[in-house]
T-cell receptor
């Protein structure tokens, strides 16, 4: 089955700096890669996703890149703000599967 | 904005007891899921459900687990005889379609088995 690895497990950045989280996946059939943000006491919230037919997608301060050859994808948050502090999860899914396979999560702390 | 809602937010139960976790998916969604997250571990897929039947399940989803859509709005996860290792955060999710688009998650039910 699919195995998603996520790094780093924790990330502390100064407000205004950028944050980058990296994930790798094992199943070449995976073609959908969402990113979820989980704040304390809440469920995972979809913040951006990318499909295998594109290499990059951007939504305001958030961008995701995908390298299918290397089987890795990354989340980039620019101009970080205190409200970006949360746990971020990457996930992968193939068109043959109903399930998402998650990374272990990255706890991001933005220091004011 | 439509959202997935789960009840209760926290459930404490004695080992061996049955528990039912409840979810109200987004109203126009057709596919429903349960995931769980044991403290400090990854979010793990349990089961997906479509058209009143299970479409996929993981090896975690053994005979102790069952799912049901008892009416037009609720989606439930039942654990028949809880074990200590069932203690986890359980997330319900729903999506418009199963093999394609985004899944939206509820806020979770924290199950503590004592």
């Amino acid at each position: 089955g699919e195995n998603v690895e996520q790094h780093p497990s924790t990330l502390s950045v100064q407000e205004g700096d950028s944050a980058v989280i990296k994930c790798t996946y094992s199943d070449s059939a995976s073609n959908y890669f969402p990113w979820y943000k989980q704040e304390l006491g809440k469920g995972p919230q979809l913040i951006i996703d990318i499909r295998s037919n594109v290499g990059e997608k951007k939504d305001q301060r958030i961008a995701v890149t995908l390298n299918k050859t290397a089987k890795h994808f990354s989340l980039h948050i620019t101009e970080t703000q205190p409200e970006d502090s949360a746990v971020y999860f990457c996930a992968a899914k193939s068109s043959n599967d109903y399930k998402l396979s998650f990374g272990a999560g990255t706890t991001v702390t933005v220091r004011a | 904005e439509p959202e997935v809602t789960q009840t209760p937010s926290h459930q404490v139960t004695q080992m061996g007891q049955e528990v039912i976790l409840r979810c109200v998916p987004i109203s126009n969604h057709l596919y429903f899921y349960w995931y769980r997250q044991i403290l400090g571990q990854k979010v793990e897929f349990l089961v997906s459900f479509y058209n009143n039947e299970i479409s996929e399940k993981s090896e975690i989803f053994d005979d102790q687990f069952s799912v049901e859509r008892p009416d037009g709005s609720n989606f439930t996860l039942k654990i028949r005889s809880t074990k200590l290792e069932d203690s986890a955060m359980y997330f319900c999710a729903s999506s418009e379609a199963g093999l394609g688009p985004e899944a939206f998650f509820g806020q979770g039910t924290r199950l503590t088995v004592v």
